[in-house]
């Protein structure tokens, strides 16, 4: 279509959410379309999506670990500055540092939008020894697995608990979607678990003195 200079028609006025920078340096991809992973903090992929309100546009950012297809850090937010990615990236480090991770070597893969080759941005990756990564500009394909997480939270979140009459009522829904997400929906991508019981059952055969498996009480 786009060497035919065809267009399919949209209604309303479509909103862009990925705009390159065509100043930035981009880094290579280091992924090429392969969205596996060996253990956690291997690679992550991030994007974010709009959610129209009553109230106005509310924007809503993801950071996914590819191994457990676990969803480490999100934000939402009514604008869609450095800060809404930078917020969500801030919120994976958080959880990985709490949970005693370095996320030292994590490729990070995203799009070519400018929030994600800002100078802030590219920096922070840099000072936790994360890998930036960034697929081609306008091909799906290259961030697949994150845009999947945002086709499931259209259609798991936006679609079911929706219209939302303001922003905030967006995050709480967000919020109780991410959780469920993590703890409750099983993927058949990591053997019908939950991320969450996908990352446990590797950090228990790591580490199986640290997490020793539970038995039969033994009866005196």
């Known amino acids: 279509m786009r060497q035919q200079g065809l267009r399919g028609v949209r ?6 959410t990925t705009r390159p920078d065509d100043k930035a340096v981009r880094p290579a991809d ?8 060996e253990r956690p903090n291997q690679l992550w992929v991030v994007d974010f999506t709009y959610v129209p309100t009553w109230a106005g546009m509310g924007f ?3 950071v996914t670990d590819v191994y457990a297809r676990r969803i480490v850090g999100w934000r939402t937010t009514n604008r869609i500055p ?3 990615p ?5 919120m994976a480090l958080w959880v990985r540092d709490r949970a005693g991770d370095t996320v030292d070597g994590v490729i990070h893969h995203s799009d070519a939008g400018s929030q994600y080759t800002a100078l802030r941005y590219s920096d922070r990756l840099a000072d936790v020894g994360a890998i930036a990564s960034i697929g081609t500009v306008g091909d799906s394909y290259d961030n697949a697995l994150a845009e999947s997480v945002v086709g499931l939270y259209k259609n798991e979140c936006v679609k079911i608990d929706g219209p939302f009459k303001t922003v905030d009522e967006l995050e709480l829904a967000t919020l109780s979607w991410v959780h469920w997400f993590n703890e409750h929906r099983l993927h058949s991508s990591i053997r019908y678990l939950t991320p969450i019981e996908y990352e446990q059952q590797y950090r228990r055969e790591m580490n199986p ?6 038995g039969k009480p033994t009866l005196h």
């Not at 209604?11 to 862009?16: I, L, N, T």
């Open 86 to 90: 930078l917020d969500a990236l801030e």
């Open 60 to 62: 809503t950012a993801f």
């Open 209 to 214: 003195q640290r997490h020793p498996s539970l």
């Open 11 to 16: 209604r309303g006025k479509q909103f862009v």
């Open 82 to 84: 450095t800060e809404l």
């Open 30 to 37: 280091h992924v090429q379309r392969c969205f596996t992973a």
